[in-house]
Each structure stands twice: as structure tokens, then as C-alpha cells.
């Protein structure tokens, strides 16, 4: 997905918003600007009359920090402390709240959640700010312009008085279209390393509240019996075992047949009750495949003429080069299914109020989904169905299906009783495992070619893979001429100056329910590209840094020149060239979501005795890094799940079923994997971009880069223990 | 049938089934939803709970071994002075992303420095490796056990 924000696309989102307040929510109070516990002062801004200021996050927090960043931007153009702002989660109104990246949709992903809000919630908080002077300078009789706001405190002149008195007087002035704001210069807390999380202490003392934490008065939970594998059809159950245990209360086929809902008053009735369901299957439209079929199917895409010619490249030039190359690289690589096992199991409650209107608790990533989805359900108009978000442990992309898969099958479970208790959904781990959306399968073959002074003449790539984004809502944001950019980004927009590149892409049948994994395509495109570049600058003999430098060499190109950027500082803060005695380094670099990331890995050890991750020196360029160390904490973060799933994570199908079920068989990075990670953020003006996925593509190959130097193994299949490699 | 536990200092009486795994009891029975479930077979730690002073994963401590058991919580682990270090070097590294494995991260940490008050980097990654956190915050976790060591010394 594209990030582009423009301030125009941002005004007129504002001005949309801004009219939906005034025109829409003042009259019928929903958003009523005074109260006598203090006012609205527009859709992000809420100030209680002790002064308190609340942020209105439109954005979840999976733990990528939008519970800070957005307060942060806001307490920054208002004037007042990190301690003075808190924040609230937006209801769900794609109106008002919606992703501007998105159009009408309220939702996060692709890394935008800071991207798309910088400008509004800037705009909000100056808002909010100019709102208060003018009440403050109307007030005490004195020029706006000779009145500040600092810490909280209005000042003009002699006089003082802390936001709270001016509240609400300036709930009743309109808010200012285009209000001034601050000059990078004048931030106190935009990129300020001293700003901490505003969620930590409840996330270390057990306060936090996940959806997983509702208990509603008079809940049941429900667990769905699922068949062993996806498009198996509920005929009947036989529940006389269940019975036997108490809490037990009943069984219903779910309305599409997909499973059979068990309802009981609490969650270990609800698992033992499941384990004794017995269920009839209607299997002949279920899914038989083994995942080696699949991996069959995209071998053989490879070896075809690609489906698609994505850059419309001349192939029989760039074969010809090839073919005329002094030295030729051709290697393929394969890449499993991968689960996104956030650590919360996905979950939500849903409850029916007196008045009939539907109330869904959920960590909700695209609120905008079930929010559409269950307006057909309950035949409720949007208005009657509220979505209240909690945290949400992890996501990675999970939350957000674009059909909405947890949220409708929890809703299916609601109206197939009787509505008077509320329903609280629970998926297990093994249903996380077994019965999930998984990063699609994708096969890639590269040949690069290469003439007698080690330059690239010819560039050759064929992609094979279940397309994401086909069939579902956003596929007019992704499918250009049948190409899903998804399965190609990293790639055909690469910023490299390749001469002679070629890129096909042929779609694979569908093999199971796919969804994006963070970081999308480049979890595959970004290993592909930057495994070939390390080949390459080997067989030409060459520097992998200076190799790749010299095909980032516009400086005029600001693509190129970050990115350029990002691979040096990491090379120099990695002392690269220089490992330790026993050691051995591989780099990489990567554009994703807007942001540039390069990764120094440094190994010790061998294959078959164990490889040991010393370290992993990460350089990012986000642009302007609202939150320091949430940007750190994200590289961190993104480049444990890279690394993690690359040395041992892989979803395999046996007759269609899911072979691996729980962390023993599906087993996550654990905290001895990687000794040491250090990560340096490019100083930077520009407009902040995406910081929760770029971390992620660079890591695998970095460390795939780093094995091969060490040892010579070429990593061509993933998990790495595929191609021989252990770990210590 | 009803039962007896000892919990964060108080006895509570549960109505829970031998077998009912004692995650499910403070969870649901007593509402105390700081202690998480993450895999049921104890195989993340999320749901980490001091039996005696010592980590268990309650999702396989089961509710008739306790008898006479001085269970602790998360929501009292602040009350010991290593919990109450741990939790306060997880604010200042700012250690959490998502949070919801962090409770049973707090937990391990402070059965590790109860018996070892100075670890190296080793023991650290040796004693919490069964803390899963799929946000991969390892590298502030293992700070942060030597940062609560640090507060502790001083």
C-alpha cells in the first residue's frame, strides 16, 4: 500500500471531519461541544473541566504505539504536558475516525497510523489550541496573537490561568479551518527521546484491559468446533459427552455451517465442553491439499511464462542480456504459510442492549468491518451498533480481515440464541494456529546477470503466489491490470537503479484463507531482492555495501538517497567490514511503507552445530520520529518477527488439515535467539512514515546474507532449518 | 465442588471441578484478569502465577495441588520490593509493546532475581526463555531484569 500524505489529501479529510462535527454531532449531543464535565473541542480533542486533556485515538494500539504517538502530536501543538493528555479510543465512525489513507474506513494498517494522522491530529491540537486563546483573549480583553499556551498555563502578558477556566468558552467558537502550527523548531516533545509510553505501567502492573479481560454481567463464552479443514460443513453434533460437564450449557450449528458454536458459563467449561462436541462432517467441498502440492503448483508457475509481465519490460532484451552475460546468478526461493499468533487469542463479546442496539468489544484493527458486516447481520442501521475498542494483544496483521472473520463468526454465535445473554467468542491457540488466515505461499526465481566489471546488465524475476488482496474490498487499492501489488511491492518499486529488470508474477490457486503478515509482500520480495544483491556483489567480488550503494547513486533522487542513507549508517555503526574474530556480517536494506531500513547481522558458530545471532545493527529513516524509542522498540520488535519465522516457523498442510497446532510445534522467537539489537534513526524533517513493518524485510536477509559469508550455505527455502541450519 | 485458595493474601472460596487448571479459577472465577492466556499448555508463560514465591504456569497448576498454597498474582506482585523493581524498570525502559505476555514476563523476572539477585545475560535468557512475547521486546526485557537488579543493589 502506497503512503502518500500530501497536505492537500489531509486538509480536505480535516474539513470533512470538521463538518461532520459541527453539522452532524453537535445538534443530537453525540459529540456536543460543552458539558458541565468539560468539552469536545472536536473530534480528537476532549478537555474535562479539571483540565485534562484526552486524545481521541482513531487508531488501535497492538503495542506500535499509536496510544502515544497520537497524544504526543496533540499535546505538542496544544501546549501541554505528556502528563496533562490521556487518551480514549474512537467509536466507531468512518466519517469522522476513518483512515485517511483509506477513504471512508476506519481501520490501521500498512503502517499509516502515524502517516495519516500526523497532519490532523496536528491540526487538532492547534485547533484546540487557537479555540482556547481566543476564549482566553476575548476574556481578558487583550490581542490573541500576545497569548500563549505552555505546560498547560495560558499566559498573556501578566496574566495566567490554566486551560481548564477557558474550556468552556472555547467550546463555543468555531474551530478554526486552517489554525497555525508550530515550526519543527518549536517541538518540546515531537521527537523528544524523554516522552515515554502512556500505556506501560498498566502493561507491567495487570491493569490493561484486552478484550480478552470483558466479563460482562450473565456472558457465556462460546468456542466453535471447527472441521479439521477450511470449506468442511456442520450437518449435526451430538453434545450427550458435553453434558457431563458443568458450566456446559448448549451447542447450535452456526448459521453458515462453518462450525458448531458451544456456549458455557465460563472459558474452561467452553474447552472441555469443544473437546467432547461430536460433530458431522460434510467434507466433499473441503480443502485436500498438502502444502508440498502447493509448493508444486508454485514451482511450476515458476517455471511457466509468468502470467503477468508487471513492468511491461522487454523480456527478450533482458534474456538476451542475461544469456550475454559474463556471469550469471540464478537462484529460486520458496516461502511457506506463516500464522501471525499474536499473543492474545482473537476474541470479542457482544452484547444486545434493552433499546436493541448491538454492542461489540473488540481489540477492533478495521472497526469500519464488522461495523458493515453487522449492520446486514443484525439488520441494524449503522447508528445502533457501537464498537468499543479495547488493547489488543498483538496483531500483525490478524485483526484486520477484510471479511471480517472473527467478528462475524462471534455475531453468528450471538444470533443463533436468543440474545439475552451476551456472548463472549474465544479461539484457543490451536484454533489460532489451525484454523487462521496465513501469509500466502510465494515462490520467486531470480537470474541476475552480470558483465566483465562486476555491473549488473540484466535482471530477470518471476513471482508465484496466492494474490491477498483479489476478491476482497481492497483490491482496487492493490490490483492494477490484474498485477496485485502486493505480491510484487519491493520489487517493482524498488528504489535501485536496476538496468534491465524484468518482473513476472503468475497467481496461484487459491490454497487456503491468506491475509497480510507485517510488512505484506516484502516479507518475501524484500529477502529476494536483497539475498540476489549479496550474490551478486559476491560473484562480482565486490563490496555488498559499496555493490549496493552504486545502484543508489542518484543523489538527486530522494528514494535513492535515503535509502543510500540508511545503508551506510548501519554499515558504520556496525563497524561493518570489521567483525569480530569468528564472526561474519550480512547486510541488507529495504524500502517499505514510506520508510527506509538497513540491518547489519553479525553470526558466529556453524550450520550444523548451531549459528548464533551476536547482534543486529538496524539504521531507519521514518522521516520524523514523533516517539524515538517507539520507533526503536519498533525496529526491534519487527526484526525479532522477521528473524523469528525465517529460523524456524512454517504452516504445512496435510490433507488440507494444518499440521502444526500450539507454540510447541509452531515455535516463536524466544528471548536467547538474538544476543543484541542496536538501532539509530536518521535525523529527518520530512513527514513521519510507517515505522510498525519496515523493520521486518530487511532482517532475514541480512541474516541469510551473514550465515552465507560465514559459512557458504545459500538459504533458499524457508524455515531455514529447510536448507540445514541450526541454531544456538 | 468449592475450595479453598489462598490468593495475593486473602482465602477465596472458588467453585471449581479438580482439574479446573488454576488459570481459569482467577480469570474467570475471581475476575483478576491480569494473568493471561496465551497457549493453555504452558508453553509462553502469559500466565505466569507465584505458587510458594515460585513461577508456575497456571495454565498447568491445577486448582487440588493447592491446598495450603500461597498463590500470587500480578495484581500484588507491586507489593514485593523485587516485583515492585521489576515493574518499575519495565516503565523506564519502556519494555512493553502489545503488553499482554508482560504480565507473566514481571512474573519470571522476579522468581529470577529472588534467586539470583545479579544475572548475567546468559542466566537471563536461560530463565526466561518460556516467556514467549511475539513482539520479540527480549532485548528491553533482559534490560529491564538488569535494570530491577540495579534498583534493587542500590
Not at chain 1, 479555540?131 to 481578558?140: D, F, R, T, V
Not at chain 1, 556480517?585 to 549459528?611: C, L
Request: hydrophobic fraction near 40%; proline fraction near 6%; charge should be negative.
Amino acid at each position: 500500500m502506497t503512503i502518500n500524505t500530501s497536505r492537500r489529501g489531509f486538509l480536505k479529510g480535516a474539513a470533512a471531519a470538521s463538518a461532520v462535527l459541527i453539522v452532524g454531532a453537535r445538534p443530537d449531543g453525540a459529540l456536543a461541544a460543552a458539558s458541565s464535565d468539560g468539552a469536545q473541542l472536536n473530534p480528537f480533542v476532549k478537555i474535562d473541566a479539571d483540565g485534562t486533556v484526552t486524545a481521541i485515538v482513531k487508531h488501535f494500539e497492538m503495542g506500535q504505539g499509536p496510544a502515544t504517538g497520537l497524544p504526543t502530536i496533540i499535546a505538542e501543538e496544544l501546549g501541554v504536558t505528556m502528563d496533562q493528555i490521556e487518551y480514549e479510543f474512537a467509536p466507531s465512525d468512518p466519517q469522522v475516525y476513518n483512515n485517511l489513507l483509506f477513504g471512508p474506513f476506519q481501520g490501521t494498517g500498512g503502517s499509516t497510523a502515524i502517516a495519516n494522522s500526523w497532519m490532523q491530529y496536528r491540526q487538532a491540537g492547534a485547533a484546540a489550541r487557537e479555540m482556547l486563546i481566543n476564549a482566553a483573549a476575548q476574556s481578558w480583553g487583550v490581542d490573541p496573537s500576545g497569548v500563549t499556551i505552555e505546560d498547560g498555563i495560558i499566559t498573556a502578558g501578566e496574566k495566567t490561568a490554566p486551560i481548564a477556566e477557558f474550556v468552556a468558552a472555547a467550546s463555543q467558537l468555531e474551530v478554526p479551518a486552517e489554525p497555525r502550527l508550530k515550526d519543527p523548531s518549536e517541538f518540546r516533545l515531537i521527537g523528544n527521546e524523554s516522552v515515554r509510553r502512556k500505556d506501560s505501567a498498566i502493561k507491567g502492573n495487570g491493569q490493561a484491559k484486552f478484550a480478552m479481560d470483558v466479563h460482562l454481567p450473565n456472558q457465556m463464552v462460546a468456542m466453535i468446533k471447527r472441521p479439521e479443514s477450511r470449506g468442511g460443513i456442520a450437518l449435526g453434533f451430538d453434545d450427550s459427552a458435553s453434558k457431563e460437564i458443568k458450566g456446559y450449557i448448549n451447542a447450535a450449528i452456526l448459521p453458515n455451517q462453518a462450525g458448531v458454536a458451544v456456549y458455557a458459563e465460563n472459558t474452561w467449561a467452553a474447552i472441555q465442553a469443544r473437546d467432547m462436541l461430536e460433530v458431522e462432517w460434510d467434507m466433499s467441498a473441503a480443502e485436500t491439499r498438502d502444502s508440498d502440492q502447493i509448493k508444486a503448483e508454485i514451482k511450476a508457475a515458476l517455471d511457466a511464462e509468468p502470467e503477468f509481465n508487471v513492468n511491461q519490460a522487454d523480456v527478450a532484451a533482458v534474456t538476451a542480456a542475461i544469456d550475454g552475460a559474463d556471469t550469471v546468478i540464478e537462484q529460486s526461493f520458496y516461502f511457506p504459510l506463516l500464522a501471525h499468533a499474536p499473543m492474545e487469542p482473537l476474541n470479542c463479546t457482544i452484547e444486545q442492549t434493552a433499546e436493541g442496539d448491538i454492542i461489540l468489544h473488540d481489540g477492533a484493527q478495521m472497526p469500519t468491518g464488522p461495523h458493515m458486516a453487522y449492520q446486514q447481520i443484525f439488520q441494524l442501521p449503522p447508528e445502533n451498533i457501537q464498537i468499543k475498542t479495547m488493547l489488543a494483544g498483538g496483531s500483525f496483521g490478524r485483526r484486520a480481515t477484510p471479511d471480517a472473520d472473527y467478528q462475524v463468526e462471534a455475531a453468528l454465535a450471538f444470533v443463533v440464541t436468543d440474545r439475552s445473554r451476551p456472548v463472549k467468542l474465544v479461539w484457543t491457540r490451536e484454533d489460532d494456529i489451525r484454523s487462521g488466515y496465513y501469509r500466502p505461499a510465494f515462490g520467486h526465481k531470480a537470474r541476475v546477470g552480470l558483465d566483465a566489471d562486476g555491473n549488473i546488465v540484466g535482471w530477470q524475476h518471476q513471482v508465484a503466489g496466492q494474490s491477498i488482496m483479489k476478491g476482497t474490498p481492497f483490491e482496487s487499492f492493490s490490483v492494477h491490470d490484474g498485477v496485485d501489488h502486493s505480491s510484487v511491492e519491493g520489487i517493482a518499486d524498488s528504489p535501485y537503479n536496476i538496468p534491465g529488470m524484468a518482473l513476472g508474477l503468475t497467481d496461484t490457486p487459491k490454497a487456503t484463507s491468506v491475509l497480510w503478515w507485517r510488512s505484506v509482500g516484502h516479507t518475501h520480495t524484500g529477502y529476494v531482492m536483497e539475498v540476489m544483491m549479496d550474490l551478486a556483489a559476491k560473484a562480482a567480488g565486490r563490496d555488498p555495501v559499496e555493490f549496493r550503494l552504486s545502484y543508489l547513486a542518484d543523489g538527486d533522487d530522494p528514494d535513492q538517497s535515503r535509502k543510500a542513507g540508511v545503508l551506510k549508517l548501519a554499515a558504520e555503526k556496525a563497524n561493518w567490514g570489521n567483525p569480530a574474530e569468528g564472526r561474519a556480517q550480512g547486510i541488507a536494506v529495504h524500502k517499505s511503507f514510506g520508510s527506509y531500513a538497513a540491518q547489519v547481522v553479525e553470526v558466529s558458530g556453524d550450520p550444523e552445530s548451531g549459528i548464533k545471532i551476536e547482534k543486529v545493527t538496524c539504521a531507519v529513516d521514518c522521516g520524523i520520529a514523533v516517539n524515538p524509542d517507539v520507533v526503536r522498540a519498533q525496529m526491534e520488535g519487527g526484526i525479532g518477527y522477521g528473524i523469528g519465522h525465517v529460523m524456524r516457523g512454517q504452516i504445512t498442510l496435510t490433507g488440507g488439515a494444518v499440521d502444526q497446532s500450539n507454540f510447541p510445534d509452531y515455535e516463536p522467537l524466544r528471548i536467547g535467539d538474538i544476543a543484541a539489537i542496536d538501532v539509530h534513526i536518521v535525523p529527518s524533517a520530512e513527514a513521519p512514515t510507517g515505522v510498525g513493518e519496515p523493520g521486518t524485510p530487511p532482517a532475514a536477509p541480512a541474516l541469510a546474507n551473514a550465515i552465507n559469508t560465514l559459512s557458504g550455505v545459500q538459504i533458499a527455502a524457508h524455515p531455514m532449518t529447510e536448507d540445514g541450519i541450526s541454531f544456538v | 465442588m468449592a475450595l479453598s485458595l489462598k490468593l495475593n493474601g486473602e482465602t477465596h472460596t472458588v467453585d471449581a471441578e479438580p482439574g479446573t487448571p488454576l488459570l481459569w479459577v482467577i480469570r474467570d472465577e475471581l475476575k483478576l484478569t491480569g494473568t493471561k492466556f496465551g497457549c493453555g499448555v504452558a508453553s509462553c508463560g502469559a500466565c505466569t502465577v507465584h505458587v510458594n514465591g515460585e513461577p508456575v504456569r497456571s495454565c498447568q497448576t491445577y486448582v487440588e495441588d493447592l491446598e495450603d498454597a500461597e498463590i500470587t498474582t500480578i495484581e500484588a506482585i507491586g507489593d514485593d520490593k523485587i516485583g515492585a523493581a521489576v515493574q518499575q524498570a519495565w516503565v523506564e525502559l519502556d519494555v512493553v509493546q502489545c503488553g499482554y505476555c508482560q504480565s507473566g514476563q514481571v512474573m519470571s523476572a522476579v522468581g529470577l532475581l529472588s534467586e539470583n539477585p545479579k544475572p548475567s545475560a546468559e542466566e537471563i535468557d536461560e530463565y526466561m526463555w518460556g516467556n514467549a512475547c511475539r513482539c520479540a521486546t527480549y532485548q528491553r526485557i533482559r534490560a529491564g531484569v538488569q535494570r530491577a537488579s540495579e534498583i534493587l543493589e542500590a
